[in-house]
C-alpha cells in the first residue's frame, strides 16, 4: 500500500514538472508570434495566420488541381477502353465525385474573399 501510493506520488510529480516544462516551452515558442510588429512587420498574429492560411490555401488548389486533372483522365480512360459495364458506371461516379471535390475546394477562396469585408473586425456590417 505505501509502495503503491509512492509510486502514485511520483507519477503526480513527474506529470506536474512535464506540465511546467510544456508551458514553459509554449511561452518562450509563441512570444515571437504573438510580438506586435513596429512598423515593417506584419502587426498582429492574425495578420500572419491570414498570411500563411492564404499561403497553405493556395499550395492546396494548385496540388488538388493537378490531382484532379491526372485522376479525371485515368477515370476518362478507364471509360472510354473498358468493356466492363461495372467499371464504367465506377469511373463514371468518380469523374462526377472529382469534379463536385474541385468546384467545391476552388470555390472556398471565393467565399472566404466575399465574406471577409462583411465580418471585418469581428462585427457584422451586413
Known sequence: MVKTLARGKQYLTDAYWSAVGMASAAMLT???????????GTGTIWNRFSTILKDVYGQVVAISTIVAVT??????????????????????????????TWIILN???FVVAYLQPLIQGGNYSG
Open 30 to 40: 509563441l512570444q515571437p508570434v504573438l510580438a506586435t510588429g513596429t512598423g515593417t
Open 71 to 100: 485522376v479525371a483522365a485515368i477515370a476518362l480512360l478507364i471509360r472510354m477502353i473498358s468493356r466492363n459495364q461495372r467499371a464504367v458506371d465506377e469511373a463514371t461516379n468518380w469523374l462526377k465525385r472529382i469534379v463536385v
Open 107 to 109: 470555390s472556398l477562396g
